[in-house]
């Protein structure tokens, strides 16, 4: 019983650390600037739905529209190139496949920062800087490792006897990938969507170095138009810090059983 208190207490302070931040930066997006500086801790007089259309017209609608583009490109790629490795990975022995799995591994443990200047002078090269894709591709490369060793650790709990029976039954090996694979990873998928999705709408560094023209900025770097040397509207930006944090808030609601499940199940084998 004491054990079970003291978890939830626990638990409890880890949320509210969370949560009053987040609550506390919805609070004022209701405010005008002056309220926020003069009393950032009280509930708003006046609540001003305005900022939120404000922030919206000035051109979170932009960046917002952006974010959603260069994210669900990088999901799909992600998931594409992560699900054909980790079924190769998983269905075929080749020499070097375990040398693959060490680079994977390697790979998580390899800082995005770490690579920015030959990443820089990579997108120069390639003639994609400020493009989408120069933060697509390099958004898929980092998140390719991670994902690829999470599939493959699920098709690894598949049974092969689904795998034998199909094969009896005439199926190809991109048959089974489509047909039994696929359908029983979803749990899988959903996760790794979701952790790509949050890494790819939250990334900033790339953001703002990659991208110079304002039309093809994500939120993220867009949002760091709202301020300047002299004045700052807070409550307008506040409201856009909102806006970007609604999707990902509103993806973890409604996903949350098959994320969870899916980390569950994910690292069953390795």
């Known amino acids: 019983m004491i054990v079970i208190s003291l978890t939830f207490l626990l638990l409890s302070a880890l949320f509210l650390a969370i949560a009053y931040p987040l609550l506390w930066m919805v609070i004022n997006s209701f405010k005008t600037t002056e309220e926020?500086?003069?009393?950032?801790?009280?509930?708003?007089?006046?609540?001003?739905?305005?900022?939120?259309?404000?922030?919206?017209?000035?051109g979170v609608s932009k960046y917002f529209l952006n974010s959603v583009f260069v994210t669900a490109v990088t999901v799909f790629l992600t998931l594409l190139f992560s699900?054909?490795?980790?079924?190769?990975?998983?269905?075929?022995?080749?020499?070097?496949?375990?040398?693959?799995?060490?680079?994977?591994?390697?790979?998580?443990?390899?800082?995005?920062?770490?690579?920015?200047?030959?990443?820089y002078k990579m997108v120069q090269a390639l003639g994609i800087h400020d493009t989408h894709w120069a933060l697509?591709?390099?958004?898929?490369?980092?998140?390719?490792?991670?994902?690829?060793?999470?599939?493959?650790?699920?098709?690894?709990?598949?049974?092969?006897?689904l795998v034998e029976a199909a094969y009896m039954d005439g199926c190809t090996g991109i048959g089974i990938l489509f047909r039994i694979y696929l359908p029983l990873s979803m749990p899988i998928l959903f996760t790794s969507g979701l952790l790509t999705a949050y890494w790819a709408w939250n990334e900033f560094l790339f953001a703002v170095i990659f991208i110079d023209s304002d039309s093809l900025k994500t939120i993220t770097s867009g949002l760091l138009a709202f301020r300047d040397a002299m004045y700052t509207d807070w409550a307008v930006l506040m409201a856009g810090l909102v806006i970007s944090a609604i999707p990902l808030v509103l993806l973890f609601i409604f996903m949350q059983k098959s994320f969870i499940r899916g980390l569950a199940e994910g690292g069953v084998k390795g």
């Open 83 to 119: 699900v054909l490795s980790a079924y190769g990975l998983t269905r075929y022995s080749f020499r070097g496949k375990y040398l693959v799995l060490a680079l994977l591994s390697a790979g998580i443990m390899f800082s995005p920062q770490v690579s920015l200047i030959p990443l």
């Open 36 to 58: 926020i500086f003069s009393n950032s801790w009280a509930l708003p007089v006046q609540w001003l739905f305005s900022n939120y259309a404000e922030a919206w017209n000035k």
């Open 136 to 161: 697509i591709l390099p958004y898929v490369a980092f998140r390719t490792s991670l994902i690829v060793l999470l599939v493959r650790s699920f098709f690894l709990s598949i049974p092969k006897e």
